[in-house]
């Protein structure tokens, strides 16, 4: 890219003119115009104004010397004041010329143009005021950007042409994106029209603020002016519409109505108080009702019974103490029965320290999940129980790329390794849960909204896979019944918690009528094929995340709110009667609608990685990521689709990804699930697997397993093989003769399971 000459001149003049300045330091003279340029003329104009002590910060300080000094046009005597204004002028994209430090017509235009793309066009004199000068100086733009809304820069330029006199307001950047600074810029506007005065407004959404908008801020079909745009301006930090409007229509109605159910309000398309609190802080309205709560505190009967008539009925209690501390948070010997009892279902959360950056990592997240595996069991929570695994700082976006990530890939990897007996959820600030929710593999998230200040949490949405919000600390009950809770918002259908503890997988006649029922359901919903509705549903249950929507497609979210809606029970999973296993129903349904979406072919494709080729993949994983000394087919032949071992493709696993091939291979052809279910011969599924997929050849299997293992060319299998196998320090390039030799195990479990069924299958003929 070639080298920005104006910008390198403005560079080369301010580190020529302040080079021998105390406080100043030269900066690289490379046509960039970031920040480090606007620094650089920062403390330029600090020294012009004689202040002694430089800093990169514009603020009151220089703020206050730049008004006592007054607006900077052409009667500016100090020349190197408006070489300053012009050289920021260029950095910004506007030509002001050369840097004359003459205020001339071209300097008097550049500035114009910056104020006319600010909204500030009825602010031209000529000159740049102090304010102005301020936002010249900054990183700010005021084009709109490439990814930015056309609508909230109109909202950004309608801000500052109506607040820029308040005391407290500054020229906001009008780039079209929205930022932190923006939702405070907001906030202000929110006091002002709130009837706050300078000195009372701080951009906090306090009592005041939250007084004033109960007074003056509800608004409806029919309402205008600035309220209004006030309220559809900040609904652009949520996945609504972005527009921006006077006029309170129906298509703004809509808008509301669509953030309502998605932060689980009452729908009635206004900006009531609930609303707007739910969009200028992540507690919303803290007086909201919550159905569920965490505490620290045993859940005793007494307590029980206080938390039910308070209205909670999801609890989140802690599986473990942290080592070395007096804090007794965990649950304890009898307490999941007492909340069984007393109707109260449960959220598991596993946390130890979890507060700085410096805990986060894949080993520190694989340990995690193998202990709160090994702690939930012993409690007798239920297979498919999601445990949330917490964040609990104000993580930056450095720290989730560079840790975060990491150690939740460690606690997926972690669970595998378990046998994928529970799914995991994150806790943590709205930004944390978003990008784990986009870039690992967590089924659900509790959010920590009730730290309102947290960088996270602030101009971020709640995330699409939000289960529960926590939003305030109170203490309910007295005497023995007394306990403190943190309150949480419990969105509906999600995560419902744990009502029962060691329950029975169910019988599978029972499972092959609930699976009737749900075609029943899909074919009354009448949108799509009845088959791929069903499918879905089932892959809702723990494998629906942003993965396995890559491998297979998405979801009908409304088919699964139909069937809740309905109250029909989710099958979780379901007894094997032959191979003597409880089958995961979650993990077959996405199985099979990746295989029937996308049927297996010669080269193992997207279809095969869903099923039998991801858990063959972590299944590898675990074996470099414990026992790399054993040799490869040892290691397959003994813990590789057994019952007796868990691991990531055990045989639960395996029944789960067979039964998935020859579900879609007979779904292609039409009928239903439950129906071809039915009519399968459980006996031989191995064999006839074996036979279908691979020709009943060993070299074909061992080839299929390479390819899932190494020669992938489609780059999302690539990108998903390299999640799983993060925690690996020299993940395979290519095949040589270790990755050989496991893949040979893996054939030679799959001929011995289908030699077996063989035998059977004679047998029985014989007979």
Same mark, same amino acid.
């Given at each position: 890219?070639?080298?920005?000459?104006?910008?390198e001149?403005v560079?080369?003049?301010v580190?020529?003119?302040?080079?021998?300045?105390?406080?100043?330091?030269?900066?690289?003279?490379?046509?960039?115009?970031?920040?480090?340029?606007?620094?650089?003329?920062t403390?330029?104009?600090?020294?012009?104004?004689?202040?002694?002590?430089?800093?990169?910060?514009?603020?009151?300080?220089?703020?206050?010397?730049?008004?006592?000094?007054?607006?900077?046009?052409p009667?500016?005597?100090?020349?190197?004041?408006?070489?300053?204004?012009?050289?920021?002028?260029?950095c910004k994209?506007?030509?002001?010329?050369?840097?004359?430090?003459?205020?001339d017509t071209?300097?008097a235009?550049?500035?114009?143009?910056?104020?006319?793309?600010a909204?500030?066009?009825?602010r031209?004199?000529?000159?740049v005021?102090?304010?102005?000068c301020?936002?010249?100086l /900054?990183?700010?733009?005021f084009?709109l950007?490439a990814d930015?809304?056309?609508q909230?820069?109109?909202?950004?330029?309608?801000?500052?042409?109506?607040? =820029?006199?308040r /005391?407290?307001?500054f020229?906001?950047?009008c780039?079209?994106?929205?930022?932190?600074?923006?939702?405070?810029a907001?906030?202000?506007a929110?006091?002002?029209e709130?009837g706050?005065?300078d000195?009372?407004?701080?951009?906090?959404?306090?009592?005041?603020?939250? !007084?004033?908008?109960?007074?003056?801020g509800?608004i409806k079909?029919g309402?205008?002016g600035?309220?209004v745009?006030?309220?559809?301006?900040?609904?652009?930090?949520?996945p609504?519409?972005r527009r921006?409007?006077?006029d309170?229509?129906?298509a703004l109605?809509?808008? %509301?109505?669509?953030?309502?159910?998605?932060?689980?309000?009452?729908?009635?398309?206004?900006?009531?108080?609930?609303?707007w609190?739910?969009?200028l802080?992540?507690?919303?309205?803290? %007086?909201?009702?919550?159905?569920?709560?965490?505490t620290?505190?045993?859940?005793? %009967?007494?307590?029980?019974?206080?938390?039910?008539?308070?209205?909670?009925?999801?609890?989140g209690?802690?599986?473990t103490?942290?080592?070395?501390t007096?804090?007794?948070?965990?649950?304890?010997?009898?307490?999941?029965?007492?909340?069984?009892?007393?109707?109260?279902s449960?959220?598991p959360i596993?946390?130890?320290?979890a507060d700085?950056?410096?805990?986060?990592?894949?080993?520190q997240?694989?340990?995690?999940?193998?202990t709160?595996?090994?702690?939930?069991?012993?409690?007798?929570?239920d297979?498919?129980?999601?445990?949330?695994?917490?964040?609990d700082?104000?993580?930056?976006?450095?720290?989730?790329?560079?840790?975060?990530?990491?150690?939740?890939?460690?606690v997926?990897?972690?669970?595998r390794?378990?046998?994928?007996?529970?799914?995991?959820?994150v806790?943590?600030?709205?930004?944390?849960?978003?990008?784990?929710?986009?870039?690992?593999?967590?089924?659900?998230?509790?959010v /920590?909204?009730?730290?309102?200040?947290?960088?996270?949490?602030?101009?971020?949405?709640?995330p699409?896979?939000?289960?529960?919000?926590?939003?305030?600390?109170?203490?309910?009950?007295?005497?023995?019944?007394?306990?403190?809770?943190?309150k949480c918002?419990?969105?509906?259908?999600?995560?419902a918690g744990?009502?029962?503890?060691?329950?029975?997988a169910t019988?599978?006649?029972?499972?092959l009528?609930?699976?009737?029922?749900?075609?029943?359901?899909?074919?009354?919903?009448?949108?799509?094929a009845?088959?791929?509705?069903v499918?879905?549903?089932?892959?809702a249950?723990?494998?629906?995340?942003?993965?396995?929507?890559r491998?297979?497609g998405?979801?009908?979210?409304?088919?699964i %709110?139909?069937?809740d809606?309905?109250?029909l029970?989710r099958?979780?999973?379901?007894?094997?009667p032959? !191979?003597?296993?409880?089958?995961?129903?979650?993990r077959?349904?996405?199985?099979?609608?990746?295989?029937?979406?996308?049927?297996?072919?010669?080269?193992?494709?997207?279809g095969?990685?869903?099923?039998?080729?991801g858990d063959?993949?972590?299944?590898?994983?675990?074996?470099?990521?414990t026992?790399?000394?054993?040799p490869?087919?040892?290691?397959?032949?003994?813990k =590789?689709?057994?019952?007796?071992?868990p691991a990531?493709?055990?045989l639960?696993?395996?029944?789960?990804?067979?039964?998935?091939?020859?579900?879609?291979?007979?779904?292609?052809?039409?009928?239903?699930l439950?129906?071809h279910?039915?009519?399968?011969?459980?006996?031989?599924?191995?064999?006839?697997?074996?036979?279908?997929r691979?020709?009943s050849?060993?070299?074909?299997a061992?080839t299929a !397993?390479?390819?899932i293992?190494v020669d992938?060319?489609?780059?999302?299998?690539?990108?998903?093989?390299?999640?799983l196998?993060?925690g690996?320090?020299?993940?395979?390039?290519s095949?040589?003769?270790?990755?050989?030799?496991?893949?040979?195990?893996?054939a030679?479990?799959?001929?011995t399971?289908?030699?077996?069924?063989?035998?059977?299958?004679?047998r029985?003929?014989?007979?």
């Amino acid at each position: 890219m070639p080298i920005n000459t104006a910008v390198e001149a403005v560079q080369h003049w301010v580190n020529t003119t302040y080079a021998g300045v105390s406080g100043y330091a030269p900066i690289a003279e490379d046509g960039s115009p970031g920040q480090q340029t606007m620094f650089a003329l920062t403390r330029a104009l600090q020294h012009e104004l004689g202040i002694p002590e430089l800093s990169d910060n514009f603020g009151s300080g220089t703020l206050a010397k730049v008004t006592a000094h007054g607006p900077i046009g052409p009667n500016e005597t100090n020349e190197n004041l408006v070489k300053i204004v012009q050289g920021a002028a260029t950095c910004k994209g506007y030509d002001p010329g050369d840097l004359t430090g003459v205020f001339d017509t071209a300097t008097a235009g550049a500035v114009a143009a910056l104020l006319t793309d600010a909204g500030l066009a009825d602010r031209i004199d000529g000159t740049v005021a102090p304010k102005v000068c301020k936002a010249m100086l /900054s990183v700010d733009a005021f084009r709109l950007a490439a990814d930015g809304s056309p609508q909230l820069r109109a909202a950004q330029q309608w801000l500052n042409s109506r607040y =820029l006199n308040r /005391s407290a307001f500054f020229v906001l950047a009008c780039d079209g994106r929205r930022s932190r600074v923006l939702l405070t810029a907001l906030t202000f506007a929110v006091q002002y029209e709130g009837g706050l005065t300078d000195a009372q407004a701080n951009g906090n959404f306090g009592p005041l603020t939250q !007084a004033g908008v109960k007074a003056k801020g509800l608004i409806k079909a029919g309402s205008s002016g600035p309220w209004v745009r006030l309220f559809s301006a900040v609904l652009t930090h949520y996945p609504a519409a972005r527009r921006f409007t006077a006029d309170f229509d129906e298509a703004l109605a809509a808008d %509301a109505r669509a953030l309502q159910t998605f932060c689980h309000l009452t729908e009635n398309g206004e900006g009531d108080f609930p609303t707007w609190a739910s969009l200028l802080i992540s507690t919303g309205d803290q %007086a909201r009702p919550g159905t569920a709560a965490d505490t620290i505190d045993e859940v005793t %009967a007494a307590r029980a019974q206080t938390l039910r008539a308070a209205g909670y009925r999801t609890i989140g209690r802690y599986l473990t103490n942290v080592e070395g501390t007096s804090l007794d948070k965990k649950i304890k010997p009898g307490e999941l029965a007492t909340m069984a009892a007393n109707g109260l279902s449960l959220f598991p959360i596993y946390q130890t320290f979890a507060d700085s950056a410096s805990y986060f990592s894949w080993n520190q997240g694989y340990t995690d999940a193998l202990t709160a595996h090994d702690v939930a069991l012993g409690h007798g929570i239920d297979a498919g129980a999601v445990i949330y695994f917490a964040v609990d700082y104000d993580a930056t976006d450095t720290d989730v790329t560079q840790r975060v990530i990491p150690h939740f890939l460690g606690v997926e990897a972690g669970l595998r390794q378990r046998g994928g007996r529970y799914s995991h959820g994150v806790y943590g600030a709205r930004n944390v849960c978003s990008r784990l929710a986009a870039e690992a593999f967590p089924r659900w998230s509790f959010v /920590s909204g009730i730290t309102s200040g947290w960088t996270g949490n602030v101009a971020y949405p709640l995330p699409g896979n939000w289960a529960y919000d926590q939003i305030s600390t109170i203490r309910i009950g007295s005497g023995s019944g007394g306990l403190e809770i943190d309150k949480c918002v419990q969105r509906t259908g999600t995560d419902a918690g744990e009502p029962a503890f060691g329950s029975a997988a169910t019988p599978l006649a029972d499972y092959l009528d609930w699976l009737d029922r749900l075609h029943d359901l899909a074919v009354a919903y009448d949108r799509g094929a009845p088959a791929e509705r069903v499918l879905e549903y089932l892959r809702a249950g723990r494998y629906d995340n942003w993965q396995n929507r890559r491998l297979a497609g998405g979801t009908d979210a409304g088919f699964i %709110a139909y069937v809740d809606a309905t109250g029909l029970a989710r099958v979780r999973t379901y007894r094997d009667p032959v !191979a003597g296993v409880d089958v995961d129903v979650s993990r077959f349904g996405s199985a099979t609608l990746a295989l029937l979406r996308a049927p297996a072919q010669a080269v193992p494709g997207r279809g095969d990685f869903a099923g039998w080729g991801g858990d063959l993949v972590a299944f590898y994983g675990g074996w470099r990521f414990t026992e790399p000394a054993t040799p490869a087919r040892d290691y397959c032949a003994a813990k =590789l689709a057994t019952s007796e071992i868990p691991a990531a493709l055990d045989l639960a696993g395996l029944v789960a990804a067979v039964d998935a091939y020859h579900a879609a291979t007979a779904l292609a052809a039409g009928g239903t699930l439950g129906g071809h279910l039915r009519a399968t011969d459980r006996g031989t599924r191995y064999l006839r697997f074996y036979r279908g997929r691979f020709g009943s050849d060993p070299n074909a299997a061992t080839t299929a !397993a390479q390819s899932i293992l190494v020669d992938t060319g489609d780059n999302i299998l690539k990108a998903a093989r390299a999640l799983l196998l993060r925690g690996l320090a020299d993940p395979p390039t290519s095949v040589d003769e270790q990755l050989r030799q496991f893949c040979r195990g893996f054939a030679d479990r799959l001929a011995t399971l289908a030699e077996t069924e063989q035998l059977q299958l004679k047998r029985r003929e014989v007979s």
